[in-house]
């Protein structure tokens, strides 16, 4: 849509605009109304003085109902000046594009879920979560009038992503809900909510049914998409015109992020490797008994955080980045920011081994002379990195020793796992933490690039 | 006289392919489920619990059926689409402008992307209810390889449209595979692999090769991908599919101890 005068933009967005505002209408009302019909559950929140009815959350979200009603026209209009009421005002998008990087992007993101995870209990209310969701859609709907947001957020292979987005926000919800549920009702002593449902019944009708509407819905879904949203077709394949951006398939976008930090044989191949061999240990070094067949967050706390640090955090997360905020040459850029080419980033990363020789010891790197055999040349930068060879090493080696003296809870851990699975897990997640790990290092101001570099040999790391 | 539908009932060709009444009372609601082959997937009752949409999201029969409907597009699209460089674009081009029923190619990559993160969203519910723990630690096993699977058959689809998309996201892809170490060209420690002082790991032997079939995505990828995409992941995912639900099955369910 770039190069696109906005006027125009405008028209051409106003009537998916109109339309999604009439469905968060109708969302809305729907809500309401089956809220006003199990009205005997409805407290009153406060009264309006000189009104005679009582003010509950149903009348609250049938406000909320025609506001957006009212804004709908706003939207079908594809009017520029009625727009732009319903538009994020320049100036904020101005300084979120000037705010955002990837630091600022990375770290917030693990703060909001943070904050999230630990008011867990006051953001599961579903009307906290309903306004949360109220007010992603009508953040995501003003951003629409922004051609550059537009452009990235309606490229085909792009809205799954979003979809990704409301279906993990809504899904994570609905697990905290009931996990945050069974957590108060374990407190108390009683059990779980799923044991309560121990009674059997038949799968003829129950389940066939259940499994048949279930079809209905994803063909008839399906096909609406379908109908609606064209599979993308770029122009024929040419080796010679290479795109820019060239991405990856969406779904492998935090591996190519990866690439940032990582060379390509840990990006790529090494660390691939290892989620796939992480998650295929989860049942074997999860030795916690409590928390199977029920959602609970406080019977298995460490697992929970665990498995979302690397998912939602880092998954997640750096797919989100890798689709919606990089643009050319991979560089960062703020949602609302158009993408240029000719930007331009200072790329000024220093190794460990030369902040160590050069700038510790004062000397230059050791150098293998011309004339040296190869046996010597790997001996020279081994003698090089030795620095970086041995933090990495006693990262992996010490530190899950360390935790068990320094911490009752890993004491513990060990004793129950035993040393193979103890070592196991520790070294998953010691692997796992050091993305972040390294991130830090390179956005801090030593711009740490590699903590091994043997280009000689290709093995950074 | 009987009803139409009676008569249809009392048929000997309908008595021949059903051979109960229908599950109107429990009875046969019981025998159903062991008559009938594709039921016979499922016990005859079940908790309640373990058919809560609340509890499963449904997601990971909605994922085995995404994948039926893209078994069911994919085969109606490879009588169309024919994977060589001359043709490859020009059929996907047809299919969108001129071909009826080119909604199927459609249909085929919106329920490819759906398919991964359905998939992703039923290993979130099985691990948010701990229901990988015992006894189903090697059913999740077979899951995490179904997702490898589900990733690579989306992966290697990718490039059957054969536009610029298709073959740059591929490289991309793949182009980490030359750093594969030990056996990719520009991987760490494939210096080792020497004989005599030539070296056995070029850009023409190493992994990106034979992912590829070539040095970089040409004629040769398109039809490996195409022959990986339609027979040899499908046939793959298709035994750990009948092997995942079997454990289901014999591990008592979907969730909870036994």
């Known amino acids: 849509m770039h190069g696109v005068p906005l006027d125009l933009f405008l028209k051409q967005i106003s009537g998916f605009l109109g339309t999604y505002y009439l469905l968060l209408a109708l969302m809305n009302a729907v809500a309401a109304y089956l809220l006003w019909q199990g009205s005997s559950r409805q407290r009153e929140l406060f009264r309006v003085p000189g009104a005679d009815f009582p003010v509950t959350t149903a009348f609250i979200w049938l406000v909320v109902s025609l506001f957006f009603l009212l804004i709908s026209p706003l939207a079908y209009s594809g009017d520029p000046q009625w727009m732009r009421l319903i538009s994020l005002p320049l100036a904020v998008r101005a300084g979120i594009n000037w705010l955002m990087d990837p630091t600022i992007y990375t770290v917030g993101t693990l703060l909001l879920l943070a904050f999230l995870f630990v008011f867990r209990r006051f953001f599961v209310k579903p009307w906290v979560a309903w306004s949360g969701l109220n007010l992603a859609m009508l953040l995501m709907g003003m951003s629409m009038t922004d051609p550059n947001f537009a452009a990235i957020v309606t490229k085909a292979d792009n809205v799954p992503i979003v979809g990704l987005i409301f279906l993990l926000a809504f899904f994570t919800w609905l697990a905290t809900y009931k996990a945050v549920l069974n957590d108060d009702r374990i407190k108390q002593g009683l059990e779980p909510l799923e044991k309560l449902d121990n009674e059997k019944v038949l799968v003829w009708p129950d389940l066939v049914y259940t499994e048949l509407i279930c079809m209905v819905a994803i063909t008839a879904l399906l096909l609406f998409w379908a109908i609606a949203l064209q599979a993308p077709l770029e122009e024929p394949a040419s080796s010679v015109k290479t795109p820019n951006p060239s991405k990856a398939p969406w779904y492998f976008l935090g591996l190519q992020e990866m690439l940032v930090y990582y060379d390509p044989w840990m990006a790529g191949v090494v660390l691939p490797s290892m989620i796939i061999a992480g998650l295929m240990a989860i049942p074997y070094i999860d030795f916690n008994k409590t928390g199977n067949g029920y959602y609970t967050i406080d019977q298995r706390k460490f697992a929970y955080v665990m498995f979302q640090i690397g998912f939602l955090v880092l998954w997640v997360t750096l797919i989100v980045m890798g689709t919606f905020l990089r643009g050319p040459n991979w560089n960062f850029f703020g949602p609302y920011e158009i993408w240029d080419a000719h930007k331009v980033e200072a790329l000024n990363n220093v190794d460990l081994s030369e902040y160590f020789w050069v700038w510790f010891m004062q000397s230059s790197r050791p150098r293998a002379p011309e004339d040296a055999s190869d046996l010597a040349k790997i001996g020279y930068a081994v003698r090089r990195e030795l620095p970086g060879i041995l933090l990495v090493i006693g990262y992996f080696t010490m530190l899950p020793p360390a935790l068990i003296v320094m911490s009752k809870y890993f004491q513990t851990m060990f004793i129950k796992m035993g040393f193979v699975r103890y070592m196991v897990l520790t070294n998953l997640l010691l692997m796992m933490m050091l993305l972040p790990i390294k991130m830090l290092a390179r956005w801090s101001p030593f711009h740490l690039k590699y903590f091994i570099s043997m280009p000689e040999y290709m093995l950074n790391f | ?258």
Not at chain 2, 145 to 154: A, K, Q, V
Not at chain 2, 180 to 186: D, I, K, N, Q, R
């Open chain 2, 1 to 258: 006289m009987p009803s139409l539908g009676e008569i249809i009932r009392e048929s000997q060709i309908w008595k021949s392919i059903f051979r109960h009444p229908a599950p109107v009372d429990r009875r046969n609601r019981i025998v159903v489920m062991l008559t009938n082959f594709f039921l016979h997937l499922h016990p005859v009752s079940i908790k309640k619990q373990g058919i809560a949409l609340s509890f499963t999201w449904c997601m990971g029969g909605v994922t085995f059926f995404l994948f039926l409907v893209e078994t069911v597009t994919g085969v109606l699209l490879m009588f169309y689409y024919r994977p060589t460089l001359e043709w490859a674009y020009n059929d996907i081009l047809a299919l969108r402008d001129v071909t009826s029923l080119g909604i199927l190619r459609e249909l085929h990559r919106w329920g490819a992307h759906a398919m991964v993160i359905t998939v992703w969203l039923h290993m979130y519910r099985v691990f948010l209810t701990g229901s990988y723990k015992p006894p189903r630690e090697f059913n999740w096993v077979v899951g995490v390889i179904l997702l490898l699977l589900t990733l690579l058959l989306s992966f290697t689809g990718y490039l059957l449209p054969w536009d610029q998309l298709a073959i740059w996201a591929i490289t991309v892809g793949s182009n980490m595979a030359r750093a594969t170490p030990f056996l990719g060209y520009e991987g760490p420690g494939n210096q080792l692999l020497t004989i005599d002082g030539i070296d056995m790991i070029t850009n023409a032997s190493d992994a990106r090769f034979g992912l590829l079939g070539a040095r970089f995505v040409g004629e040769e990828t398109l039809n490996r991908f195409y022959v990986l995409h339609c027979v040899a992941i499908p046939l793959a995912a298709s035994l750990l599919l009948a092997i995942h639900f079997w454990r289901v099955r014999k591990d008592g369910g979907i969730s909870g101890p036994l």
